[in-house]
């Protein structure tokens, strides 16, 4: 039975804030990408349909954007709440990315307003588009600053302890730390590999119901594509962070493998089952495969649970986690692989029912592979939640509210969230891209400038 103290109910609140601010998160800074990319090629090939395309997912990214600030802010106040101590200890050596954090977005916020209230007013329509940099520079600089923060939580650097109290502090050290790279280049990646699979998903959607068919046709053969790059990319930022952990948080790796002994050409364990008496049954084991991801090496020595002292082992669940994150990783790569492949081979019709249904599961898919990750990382850090430091029970408030917030806070969420549905699905439900195509150049063909 789960004690509901606390400490629990502050990381129940954590949780459920991040879970629900990432969607908004991940959309913000992959989309500027794909609406960046649109625009450039309806303006190349002068193909009205991917200019449309730019228009109406950029419509679409205010409101994300908007929610998005909203739980942004959400996670700044809590952290202040819920773990007073944690940042206290460690406040004044990360405030410089939280604040940088913010600045990233008003960058973003002001090109963004620039970049949609100026459509055709240039004669030259490259000027526009160079609006669109600023706003991917701003969203991605966005996730690199909170990135470092969660990056420093697992490496701590760039400051010394003495009796308790942070001194010599080194803001771009702790800044940089040895996390950094690894997971900045993995979320990044990740964000915009979902935000073209969430489009692409949109686009397939759209075919299936015999509406927009000419835009969805576009709409796909773009966002797959992006998709299939991104996953790529993903992929190789997996596993650099595999290496990373094997180094630095062999705890976590360990854990996320069922690695209890430390040996060289170590198994790599996929799915399976573990009981009470840590034995796995139902698995797939990949032989020397453990190693190889850790190291490069079939033949190096992986650090086992048994390396590791009880009162740090992390929970021993998030291998399902670590699973299903590679799993759909691998479905969504598959999936886009062989869309691509099929658009170059006269005789297959990448448009058939089944190759659109596939695709129709890759942005939902995509989207929890992202939770499913998170979870794996935040909760693969526990007990600590500052490596070495400070534990998650010493960080947490002692306030007797946090239920309340809870709650508070969840009505908040699910407010927004349906908020954000009704309003996405009445911009665009009612307004089909077709019609839309032909309002817009009936008024252009009259003379009308926009």
């Known amino acids: 039975m789960i004690e ?41 090939k002068k193909d009205k349909y991917y200019s449309l395309m730019a228009k109406r997912w950029a419509r679409g990214f205010t409101i994300i954007v908007a929610v998005g600030v909203v739980t942004g ?22 405030a410089l990315p939280l604040f940088m954090e913010t600045f990233a977005f008003f960058f973003e916020a002001i090109f963004l307003g620039a970049y949609l209230y100026t459509w055709d007013r ?39 302890v003495e009796d308790g109290v942070i001194n010599a502090i080194n803001p771009l050290a702790a800044m940089f730390n040895p996390a950094t790279p690894t997971k900045v280049f993995h979320m990044v990646s990740s964000a915009y590999m979902t935000s073209a699979a969430i489009l692409a998903t949109i686009a397939a959607v759209t075919y299936l119901v015999k509406r927009d ?32 952990l094997a180094e630095h948080q062999p705890e976590k790796l360990a ?15 996929l799915f399976g089952t573990l009981n009470d008496d840590n034995e796995i049954t139902g698995e797939i084991r990949l032989p020397k495969a453990l190693s190889f ?9 992986v650090t086992g649970l048994d390396k590791i002292p009880d009162d740090e082992e992390p929970p021993l669940f998030i291998h399902y986690f670590f699973d299903l994150m590679v799993s759909i ?11 691509v492949l099929m658009t170059y081979v006269k005789k297959w019709n990448p448009h058939n029912k089944l190759m659109l249904w596939a695709l129709t599961t890759i942005g939902p898919l995509s989207m929890l592979a992202i939770e499913f990750g998170w979870v794996y990382a935040e909760i693969g850090r526990h007990p600590w939640i500052m490596r070495g430091f400070m534990k ?51 008024e252009v063909g009259k003379g009308g400038e926009r």
């Not at 854990?255 to 364990?269: K, M, N, R, S, Y």
């Not at 991801?293 to 020595?301: I, P, R, S, V």
């Open 392 to 442: 998650v029970a010493e960080g947490a408030t002692t306030s007797p509210n946090v239920g309340a917030m809870f709650l508070l806070f969840f009505l908040l969420y699910f407010v927004l969230g349906i908020g954000t549905l009704v309003v996405l699905r009445k911009m665009f439900k009612d307004h089909p891209a077709e019609v839309e195509l032909e309002h817009l150049y009936t």
């Open 213 to 244: 068919q000419e835009y969805a046709k576009r709409a796909l053969k773009l966002t797959v594509t992006a998709t299939l790059v991104f996953s790529i990319s993903t992929a190789v930022a997996g596993d650099l962070s595999a290496k990373f």
């Open 255 to 269: 854990a996320g493998e069922w690695h209890f002994e430390t040996e060289e050409g170590a198994d790599l364990v």
């Open 73 to 94: 802010t959400a996670i700044g106040l809590q952290l202040s709440l819920l773990w007073p101590s944690f940042m206290q200890l460690a406040g004044k050596v990360i």
């Open 293 to 301: 991801l850790a190291y490069g090496n079939f033949d190096a020595e």
């Open 122 to 160: 240039f004669k030259n329509p490259m000027t526009h588009w160079w609006l669109s940099i600023p706003i991917i520079i701003g969203g991605t600089l966005s996730a690199f600053f909170i990135t470092t923060v969660n990056a420093f939580m697992n490496t701590p650097a760039g400051f010394d």
């Open 329 to 339: 990783g691998m479905f969504v790569l598959l999936v886009s692989g062989l869309y």
């Open 4 to 44: 509901l103290d606390s400490v629990m109910l502050s990381r129940m609140l954590t949780a459920m804030t991040l879970i629900f601010h990432i969607i908004f998160a991940t959309v913000g800074v992959g989309v500027p990408v794909m609406i960046s990319i649109a625009e450039l090629i309806g303006i190349k």
